[in-house]
Structures are given as C-alpha cells and as structure tokens.
Antibody, heavy 123, light 108 residues
Framework: QVTLKESGPALVKPTQTLTLTCSFS??????????VSWIRQPPGKALEWLAR???????LYTTSLKTRLTISKDTSENQVVLTMTNMDPVDTATYYC???????????????WGQGTLVAVSS | DIQMTQSPYSLSASVGDRVTITCRAS??????LNWYQQKPGKAPKLLIY???RLQSGVPSRFTGSGSGTEFTLTISTLQPEDFATYYC??????????FGPGTKVDIK
C-alpha cells in the first residue's frame, strides 16, 4: 500500500525559509524509475508543479521558482525534503507531495498523493 | 510553458446527467494528457492518463478522448460522488508539467 504524508510548519513569516518533509511508504526511491514530486495549490486556485527528485538523484525544478527551491532525499528514511527560500504571502498554499511515475505508453502521472499541508505566509 | 485551459469554468448538473469537460493545450501535446478529480479538502485523484486510459479502480462511467490540442472528459451518468473539481494536466513537456485551471461540477 502506497502512502505519502507531508509535514512542516503551518505558518511562516515573509522572507523565511520553508522546509517541508514528505514521508512515504509502499515504494522505494532506490527503485529504477521511481520519482517524487512536490505540487502546490493556493486557496481556490489551480495546481502548480514545483520540483521532482528521481531514483538516481536527478533533481528538476519549475523554471519560475528554480532559484528558491531545493529538493533532496533521504533514501534510507523514505523521505523527500523541499526547501523554499524567501517566502512571500503569495506562496500561501497547500503543498502536496506525490509519487511521479511513467507508465505505458510513456505517460507521466501522479498516481499517489499525500493529504497536503497548508502553509500560510504572514507576519 | 504549455498553457492549459478548461471549459466550462463550472457547471451545474443533476444525478444521472451526462457531463463533458473540455481541456485545450496552447500547442500540440499528442496524447500526453491526464485528468484528476479533486474533492474539497482532499488531494487530487488520477482518473484518466494518456488521454483515454482509465486508471485502475476508476469507474467506467469516466472516459477521456482527444489528441493534439483538444481533449474531453466525459462522465456518462453523473453520480452523487462525482461532484468535484476536475483538472487536466499535460505531461508532454515533462518535467515542466502544467495543469488546467479546473472545472467545478456542482449539484443543480
């Protein structure tokens, strides 16, 4: 059974750095082809992909936020960590982690999601 | 980035209705198009991938079609549990995937 769960602060101040942890079970980031992505959703708005880390350590970021994001993994602990620097009120959103895989026919999907964690940015 | 649009923005329907949602891409994405369902306070759930392939466990009343720049999600007979917001997502430009703005389906 695949599960993911996000954890982190519910409130951060502007200019602070946000650190979120995705703890997962039911799969391993040591498995060929396995990936974990972070996606966020501002209240009442659409989903936005942020970053991805792959089984081989490859890291990818959305172009618009690349300078502020860092993704890492602790394979032995089955965790993926996302940091976002210089937080702003517009970054208020629910942050999700999701398993990101490619299935036949070469289709990328987010097939399992965490419950999400709401992060508010306010002084 | 590839921009995704959806229509309508929202719709009201009754149980038993046939519902169709359209998703358009700013340029051709072949069939690299997924559909998700999201209920309030919940994470999105994958319904359809590769434009028309039904994710395991998803009821067959959900169908997807299209290719290139225009895609549709159809719910053949709307059930009470189908009232939700539906998002399309392109994976053509993986990893720079993008989502549509969503279509909210509520009760008439």
């Amino acid at each position: 059974q695949v599960t993911l769960k996000e954890s982190g602060p519910a409130l951060v101040k502007p200019t602070q750095t946000l650190t979120l942890t995705c703890s997962f079970s039911g799969f391993s980031l040591r498995t060929l082809g396995m990936r974990v992505s972070w996606i966020r959703q501002p209240p009442g708005k659409a989903l936005e992909w942020l970053a991805r880390i792959d089984w081989d350590g490859n890291k990818l970021y959305t172009t618009s936020l690349k300078t502020r994001l860092t993704i890492s993994k602790d394979t032995s602990e089955n965790q993926v960590v996302l940091t976002m620097t210089n937080m702003d009120p517009v970054d208020t959103a629910t942050y999700y982690c999701a398993r990101d895989v490619v299935v036949v026919p070469a289709a990328q999907i987010f097939d399992y999601w965490g419950q999400g964690t709401l992060v508010a940015v306010s002084s | 980035d590839i921009q995704m649009t959806q229509s309508p923005y929202s719709l009201s329907a009754s149980v038993g209705d046939r519902v169709t949602i359209t998703c358009r891409a700013s340029r051709s994405i072949s069939r690299y198009l997924n559909w998700y369902q999201q209920k309030p306070g919940k994470a999105p759930k994958l319904l359809i991938y590769a434009a028309s392939r039904l994710q395991s466990g998803v009821p067959s009343r959900f169908t997807g079609s299209g290719s290139g720049t225009e895609f549709t999600l159809t719910i053949s007979t709307l059930q009470p549990e189908d009232f939700a917001t539906y998002y399309c997502q392109q994976s053509y430009s993986n990893p720079q995937v993008t989502f549509g703005p969503g279509t909210k389906v509520d009760i008439k």
